[in-house]
Each structure stands twice: as C-alpha cells, then as structure tokens.
C-alpha cells in the first residue's frame, strides 16, 4: 500500500468489486478508457479478480485507487510489462463520483514511482484518446510527454478517433 495526500493504492479486494463493475458498465468510464465496451457479468468480474496477481512473473499488475479511508474510487494498472526492456503500459479511470478530486493525479505518481524505485522499469507508455483533455492534464503534470499520434486508431460511438501515444522516463 502506498499513499499520497489522501490518495491509496492497494490491492483489489473481494468487496471493491460490486463498484468496480459499475463503474466498467458507465459508458462515461468505459468509453474513454479504450477498454471493454459489452457488459460486464458479476461472473465476469469475479473471474477477472481471481487472475489477478496470476502467474510466477506478472506483465500486468493491477492496485485499487482508493481514499484515506480506503474506500475505492478507481482503478489503476500497468500492463504489457517487460522485464527485460524495463518497460510497461498504463492505464488509469476514476469512477465518477469521484472526478476532479485529484486521485488520478496522485495515483498515477504513486504507480510511476513504484514502477522505478520498486519494480526496476525504465519508460511507462500510455495511449489515450485525443480530446479527453482531463486525462491528457494529468499525464503531463505527472511529466508524460506525448510522442506521436496514431491517426483513426480506434472506433469511438461509430466515429475513429485518433490516439495520443505518450511516454515518461523514469
């Protein structure tokens, strides 16, 4: 667990998961988060918790976002981890609820500073739709600097959008 004025990040637990699928079945979460965009099951959501963690050598690590009173409000990852390259991916949403309150901010440093001092990684990447200017915010006061951009990336309501690939070397 670590934290940072009033921001945790800690391990998903059994009861984040009630709000956890909520949260994945808000279009308002979902769609900008270039994640799933079907219906999340209660088995669906149990079965993705229980492989968490999974495996001798993880490439995807997963933490709750929660308060100081370790209520979740998000939940933040780092996929595609390489170990020998030292690289990952990150990916980040906030329930809604809780937008503006400033945990995606710290929540993001506190994973970017686990990934260097713990973790050993060198550079995390991140992709993000352009125009989700609350998010693009975040990355960049976290010191993410955008790279390029892949143009008609994906399909967002029936409309390509273009994603901003950004980058931060730890």
């Not at 970017?112 to 993000?128: E, N, P, T």
Request: glycine share 12%; proline share 3%.
């Amino acid at each position: 667990m670590y934290s940072l004025g009033g921001t945790v990040i800690r391990a998903v637990e059994l009861g984040d998961l009630e709000a956890t699928r909520r949260w994945r079945n808000d279009p308002s979460v979902s769609g900008p988060a270039l994640g799933r965009r079907f219906p999340i099951t209660e088995v669906g959501e149990r079965a993705w918790f229980e492989s968490l963690g999974a495996g001798a050598f993880p490439t995807h690590l997963v933490w709750a976002v929660a308060g100081d009173d370790g209520s979740i409000v998000g939940l933040v990852h780092l996929a595609d981890i390489h170990w020998i390259h030292r690289t990952a991916q990150f990916g980040i949403w906030i329930g809604p609820e809780h937008w503006g309150g400033g945990h995606a901010t710290r929540a993001t440093r506190l994973v970017c500073d686990h990934a260097r001092r713990d973790l050993g990684l060198r550079q995390i990447r991140l992709a993000v739709i352009d125009g989700h200017d609350a998010a693009i915010a975040v990355y960049r006061k976290v010191g993410f600097v955008a790279e390029g951009v892949q143009r008609g990336a994906v399909l967002v309501d029936g409309s390509t959008r273009d994603l901003v690939l950004m980058v931060l070397d730890l």
